[in-house]
T-cell receptor, first 118, second 113 residues
Framework: GAGVSQSPRYKVAKRGQDVALRCDPI?????LFWYQQALGQGPEFLTY????????KSGLPSDRFFAERPEGSVSTLKIQRTQQEDSAVYLC????????????????FGPGTRLTVL | GQQLNQSPQSMFIQEGEDVSMNCTSS?????WLWYKQDPGEGPVLLIALYKAGELTSNGRLTAQFGITRKDSFLNISASIPSDVGIYFCAGLTPFQGAQKLVFGQGTRLTINP
């Protein structure tokens, strides 16, 4: 079966440009997450959706970052007026449920989009 | 933000050797997870731990959830070339949103044939 897919896989942007990164979660997965992974570091949480509702956006680094999931499936992470410090791999993950308790549902990660801002 | 301290940062071993890496935090976690990431790919879950003291195996991999809930370790026995990659610990705390994973900095494993 298909896993989480992300597009584009690579994106080069000039400083100041807007970019849009797409995530197609596993079909039927309720929860969707975005993470940012800087070179040589572990992923860092950006935002979380349960269906179409954005329940946590505490990790978004600035108001230039915006994420949406209007129909509860595909999600788009948009970065406005890109800066060099935005260069990173952006990972999307999805899970079947959002348990909210001591047990968690496995988050399946996509391959990521590598963004390079020149 | 909250961080996990993962060590060692890198390991260079011979094929067939056992590997051990660990993760510590100043805060308690109620779930510990270990992921492996290959170049150009997203992290893949290896082992999940849900209770303090829990010891779980997945083939040649064994991981434990520390009694204090502030640490975890991962062991790999009899390493093989396909074990090469970056290993990340990740945790969920009871004080954050239930789904927000906090990752360590990673341990890069290199195997000499």
């Amino acid at each position: 079966g298909a896993g989480v897919s992300q597009s584009p896989r690579y994106k080069v942007a000039k400083r100041g440009q807007d970019v849009a990164l797409r995530c197609d979660p596993i079909s039927g997965h309720v929860s969707l997450f975005w993470y940012q992974q800087a070179l040589g570091q572990g992923p860092e949480f950006l935002t979380y959706f349960q269906n179409e509702a954005q329940l946590d956006k505490s990790g978004l680094p600035s108001d230039r970052f915006f994420a949406e999931r209007p129909e509860g499936s595909v999600s788009t992470l948009k970065i406005q007026r890109t800066q060099q410090e935005d260069s990173a791999v952006y990972l999307c993950a999805s899970s079947l449920f959002s348990s909210g308790g001591a047990f968690t549902d496995t988050q399946y990660f996509g391959p990521g989009t590598r963004l390079t801002v020149l | 933000g909250q961080q996990l301290n993962q060590s060692p940062q890198s390991m260079f071993i011979q094929e067939g050797e056992d590997v051990s890496m660990n993760c510590t935090s100043s805060s308690i976690f109620n779930t510990w997870l270990w992921y492996k990431q290959d170049p150009g790919e997203g992290p893949v879950l290896l082992i999940a731990l849900y209770k303090a003291g829990e010891l779980t195996s997945n083939g040649r991999l064994t991981a434990q959830f520390g009694i204090t809930r502030k640490d975890s370790f991962l062991n790999i026995s009899a390493s093989i070339p396909s074990d090469v990659g970056i290993y990340f610990c990740a945790g969920l705390t009871p004080f954050q949103g239930a789904q927000k994973l906090v990752f360590g900095q990673g341990t890069r494993l290199t195997i000499n044939p």
